[in-house]
């Protein structure tokens, strides 16, 4: 059986960060995407999911966003600095949420 393989595709996380990376100020979706080549919707759904622990959103308008702007937090900007792993900068910043 062909199609999408299940879960999280190392590259396109690697893409996002490294954009975010790129715009500590913060950058748009839309942006990312076209930078990614990714889709929008695929984009939106990485943030929203493995990489959500990684960023700080601010949203303009509050029934239906008009503007979104990401950016990577400080703790993870500087974890990337240093050289760690993405995936256990997530898991990092993931179990500080919790506490």
């Known amino acids: 059986m062909r199609g999408r393989k299940k879960g999280y595709d190392g590259k396109k996380i690697a893409a996002i960060v490294e954009v975010l990376f ?15 080549k990714l889709s929008p919707g695929t984009v939106s759904r990485y943030l929203d999911t493995i990489l959500n622990p990684l960023i700080e959103t601010t ?3 509050e029934n239906k966003p008009i503007l979104r702007v990401i950016r990577l ?12 792993d993405i995936g256990q900068i997530i898991k990092l910043l993931g179990l500080m949420k919790r506490v």
Do not use: H, M, S, Y
């Open 22 to 36: 790129k715009n500590p100020d913060g950058v748009w979706l839309r942006r990312i995407a076209e930078e990614t």
């Open 59 to 61: 949203t303009l308008g």
């Open 73 to 84: 937090r400080p703790l993870a900007i500087e974890k990337i600095r240093e050289g760690q």
